[in-house]
């Protein structure tokens, strides 16, 4: 059971845009005053006049629930609810992509996937870097020594926005979602 006032799940996302510069194998956000060294991450970018930083969480509430689970020794529950909650923060990152991705289109931009740190060589060692440019400490995530994000379910990543015309993109979505409070 839910105590009252309670929520296993509280969405919340914040995401900054800024020109970016590629060289080499690094990323620079000038105005962020941010580099990511990420040969994947630049390619990924190629073409791109700016990015998009975002971190999204669902709070800490399942993870409370969760670990209350494992305390009791209710394994299979912890983990069902777990899972729920990987599926849950993926969900809200996926619903901040297409956010992102539908304004870009109205301002005549192209969007890349999304990348987050931990894919190819970007390193989970930017994700407090990122954390600190994006104010996350306003919805409640920071990272902890080891870079692990808390609460865990949290995500961030970089979307590129490239001028309509510029380079053919993958997969470009389009999806009217409405607006996304910063």
């Known amino acids: 059971m839910i105590e009252e006032g309670h929520s296993l ?40 006049q700016k990015a998009v930083l975002f971190v999204c969480t669902i709070g800490d509430g399942l993870a409370d629930k969760v670990n209350g689970y494992v305390t009791k020794s ?19 990152a996926g619903y901040v992509d297409d956010v992102i991705k539908t304004k870009a289109m109205a301002e005549g931009y192209a969007a890349t996937p999304r990348f987050s740190p931990g894919y190819g060589d970007w390193s989970i060692f930017d994700q407090p870097k990122i954390l600190k440019v994006l104010r996350s400490d306003r919805i409640g995530v920071k990272a ?38 910063k």
């Open 74 to 92: 209710e394994i299979a529950r912890a983990t069902v609810l777990d899972a729920a909650g990987s599926e849950a923060v993926e969900a809200l």
């Open 144 to 181: 902890v020594k080891s870079c692990i994000m808390v609460p865990e379910k949290s995500v961030t990543a970089c979307i590129g926005l490239i001028k309509k015309g510029q380079r053919p993109i993958r997969k470009v979505y389009e999806k009217n979602i409405g607006p996304l409070k």
């Open 9 to 48: 799940a509280e969405p919340k996302a914040a995401y900054g845009i800024f020109d970016i510069t590629i060289k080499g194998g690094e990323v620079r956000f000038p105005e962020a005053k941010l580099a990511v060294k990420s040969p994947a991450l630049a390619r990924h970018l190629k073409g791109a």
